[in-house]
């Protein structure tokens, strides 16, 4: 919810580079993001380009089981382009933080 208590939604879909330089009992991913995201906001809705940055660390104290905490920022831009709503341009900026749970073999 924003402040003024109004749902704000998005949803993005887009292309993912990850590298890992560190693997083994810790890793260590960062990634890059950037395509398009489905925002609305009250009763405008639009599709908008979307770019992200992460990083994260997951610890294996096992073999298989690790856990995880990421953090990153989206950046959503909101471009118009007819003049009278060109004052309304913005950026959403995001971030998220993701505990997780992995297992691998």
């Known amino acids: 919810f924003a402040a003024d208590e109004e749902l704000f939604t998005a949803v ?3 292309a ?8 083994g009992q810790y890793d260590i991913p960062i990634s890059f993001g ?7 906001y009250n ?5 908008t380009l979307y770019a992200n940055m992460q990083i994260g660390v997951t610890w294996y104290p ?6 995880g905490l990421n953090t990153g920022l989206w950046l959503i831009p909101e471009f118009n382009y007819i003049d009278e709503l060109k ?17 691998r073999q």
């Open 12 to 14: 993005p879909f887009f």
């Open 16 to 23: 993912k580079y990850s590298y890992l330089p560190v693997q």
């Open 34 to 40: 950037l395509g398009g995201a489905y925002i609305k």
């Open 43 to 47: 009763d405008a809705a639009l599709m």
């Open 62 to 67: 096992g073999k298989n089981w690790g856990f």
């Open 87 to 103: 004052q309304d341009n913005a950026v959403a900026g995001l971030i998220p933080v993701t505990l997780s749970i992995t297992y």
